[in-house]
Nanobody
């Protein structure tokens, strides 16, 4: 099994930045994808970004492209999400997700492992 633990959430001012981290432990894979989803109150969980190994290929949701940046440290089994220019309408719980192959999906059902989530609150 794989355990994912997120950290770094908190309060951010509108227009500010925040960095989330997700550390994976347990079983390891030579090919995998790790990504981020977010879920606002009353809304469905939505795809944010994903990074795939080997290769480090990255995909973003259109809504965050140019404002968020996903990076990964394959040796540490950790991925990061740099949130830049946070919009007031984007408070949400951010979840880390992983799947044990190199493909990626924008659907939550495409991932096998999930973290517990970390809250990001935006102040105006």
């Amino acid at each position: 099994q794989v355990q994912l633990v997120e950290s770094g959430g908190g309060l951010v001012q509108a227009g500010g930045s925040l960095r989330l981290s997700c550390a994976a432990s347990g079983r390891t894979f030579s090919r995998y994808a790790m990504g981020w989803f977010r879920q606002a109150p009353g809304k469905e969980r939505e795809f944010v970004a994903v990074i795939r190994w080997p290769g480090g290929n990255i995909e973003y949701a259109n809504s965050v492209a140019g404002r968020f940046a996903i990076t990964g440290d394959n040796a540490k089994n950790t991925v990061y999400l740099q949130i830049l220019n946070q919009n007031p309408g984007e408070p949400a719980v951010y979840y880390c997700a992983a799947r044990s192959d190199q493909y990626y999906s924008t659907s939550p059902s495409g991932y096998d492992y999930w973290g517990q989530g970390t809250q990001v609150t935006v102040s105006s």
